[in-house]
């Protein structure tokens, strides 16, 4: 595998490692071993911003509650509105299960 695919190819492994998963206890062990708490508390912190700009959420209200910086909010935003998907399919999926 050469540099060039390495980004590309290990995206698709990543990826495939969360399909394979079949519950809740499943994921929370993975990440566990993947990321640190830390870097865990940060995705979270993103996935709240993310359901808080859906909501109509203001900045400084996202930010006072989250502790998220204005440049994670604005990131976050444009990804939400303009990124791949992910988010909006997620959240959407979440509110019908009841979870949000």
Do not use: H, P, W
């Amino acid at each position: 595998m050469s540099d060039q695919d390495l980004g590309v190819n290990s995206t698709k492994l990543l990826a495939r490692a969360f399909s394979v998963l079949q519950n809740e206890e499943e994921y929370c062990q993975f990440l566990g071993d993947l990321f640190t708490q830390g870097e865990l508390d940060i995705l979270a912190q993103r996935l709240i911003v993310a359901n808080m700009l859906d909501e109509s959420d203001t900045y400084t209200r996202i930010a006072e509650s989250t502790g998220a910086s204005t440049a994670t909010i604005s990131r976050v935003k444009r990804f939400l509105t303009g990124g791949y998907g992910g988010y909006r399919l997620v959240l959407d999926r979440l509110r019908e299960k009841g979870d949000l």
